[in-house]
């Protein structure tokens, strides 16, 4: 028979696993999937893939010299600014689920820190 105060701690450590993993696992996943969307819409705009698909061809299909150069010149600075973009964009939201993370544990060490006996 199981008694009463071990079935209460058993269901508060189950409650805790669960919200931990709820709220550290299910929010990785989350977030991957908001950053992945946001990277893939971003991509229409500044084509990094394409970019670098067609890097070392000429620019506008222009077969001369300049062509090729300018193509070069172009697709390096699209490049940069695509990466700068995506950079910036993956800082912000890996800071926001930083801030995210600590939630609870920032709860716990105040509740801990008020706690007097």
Same mark, same amino acid.
């Given at each position: 028979?199981?008694? /009463? ?7 508060? !450590?189950?409650?805790?696993? @669960? ?13 991957? @999937? ?8 971003l991509d229409k705009t500044f084509a990094?893939?394409? !970019? /670098?698909?067609?890097?070392? @061809? ?5 077969? !001369? ?10 697709? !390096? ?6 990466a700068s973009v995506y950079l910036f964009?993956?800082?912000? %939201?890996?800071?926001?689920?930083a801030i995210w993370l600590a939630i609870? %544990? ?12």
């Open positions: 028979m199981v008694s /009463i105060p071990k079935y209460l701690i058993n269901l508060f !450590t189950h409650r805790v696993f @669960e919200f931990l993993e709820h709220w550290y696992i299910g929010s990785f996943r989350i977030v991957g @999937e908001v950053l992945l969307g946001i990277l893939s819409r990094v893939k394409v !970019t /670098i698909r067609h890097f070392f @061809e000429p620019l506008y299909q222009d077969r !001369t010299i300049i062509g090729y150069v300018f193509g070069i010149i172009f697709r !390096t600075a699209r490049l940069i600014i695509g964009i993956s800082i912000i %939201v890996f800071g926001l689920y609870p %544990v920032y709860f716990l060490a105040r509740i801990f820190w008020n706690f007097k006996i």
